[in-house]
């Protein structure tokens, strides 16, 4: 079991910059696969990027692909999401979560475990 918490969410000019990060304890938190996902108001969860630790391989929604940069940390047990150029559609809680099923990761959030509690990302135009 692991838990996770979110940070580096805030308010940001459209064009922007912010990295959340994600804090991952508890047992052998290396073995998770980690995704990040967004939900807007009035709108469902979607995913958008995950970090596999089987071999480190990303994946990104279209939405986010050439604007959004994940990464980990292992021996900070972290995870960012690096997010650039930022739009007002972008705005959104942003929440990490953890997937214990050893295989490339996936954006499909009910096949992860663990979640954070999110952490607000608002974008102005």
């Known amino acids: 079991q692991v838990q996770l918490v979110e940070s580096g969410g805030g308010l940001v000019q459209g064009g922007g910059s912010l990295r959340l990060a994600c804090s991952v304890s508890g047992r052998r938190p290396d073995r998770y696969d980690i995704g990040w996902f967004r939900q807007a108001p009035g709108k469902e969860r979607e995913g958008v990027s995950c970090?596999?630790?089987?071999?480190?391989?990303?994946y990104y929604a279209d939405s986010v692909k050439g604007r959004f940069t994940i990464s980990r940390d292992t021996a900070k047990n972290t995870v960012y999401l690096q997010m650039n150029s930022l739009k007002p559609e972008d705005k959104a809680v942003y929440y990490c979560?953890?997937?214990?099923?050893?295989?490339?990761?996936?954006?499909?959030?009910?096949?992860?475990?663990?979640w954070g509690q999110g952490t607000q990302v608002t974008v102005s135009s």
């Open positions: 979560a953890a997937d214990g099923y050893l295989r490339p990761c996936v954006l499909r959030d009910y096949e992860y475990d663990y």
């Open positions: 970090i596999s630790t089987v071999d480190g391989r990303t």
